[in-house]
Nanobody, 115 residues
Framework: QVQLVESGGGLVQAGGSLRLSCAASGSIFSIDSMGWYRQAPGNQRELVARITRSGSTNYLDSVKGRFTISRDNAKNTVYLQMNSLKPEDTAVYYC?????????WGQGTQVTVSS
């Protein structure tokens, strides 16, 4: 079992920044990659950024150059630094840990970007 607790969401004006955190606990040795997903009303959940245990990363095209995912293995925490935020980034952001068999999800944190 892996538990994930997210924090850091909120309301910000366009062009602003937020940093999301996701703290993992439980069977953390089983975690491979971790990622951030988002889901806006009426849309499917989409992968925003992922980081592997070794530190390799990949990003959604629309956030490249603006968002940075990082991982502190000592703290079992993953971060998503979001800069130059746009109204279209508004969504509920979810942290996910990839592990056998199905992975684990956090509860989600709301990010709202006003124009």
């Amino acid at each position: 079992q892996v538990q994930l607790v997210e924090s850091g969401g909120g309301l910000v004006q366009a062009g602003g920044s937020l940093r999301l955190s996701c703290a993992a606990s439980g069977s953390i040795f089983s975690i491979d990659s971790m990622g951030w997903y988002r889901q806006a009303p009426g849309n499917q959940r989409e992968l925003v950024a992922r980081i592997t245990r070794s530190g390799s990363t990949n990003y959604l095209d629309s956030v490249k150059g603006r968002f940075t995912i990082s991982r502190d293995n000592a703290k079992n925490t993953v971060y998503l630094q979001m800069n130059s935020l746009k109204p279209e980034d508004t969504a509920v952001y979810y942290c996910k840990a990839d592990h056998y068999p199905f992975g684990s999800w956090g509860q989600g944190t709301q990010v709202t970007v006003s124009s």
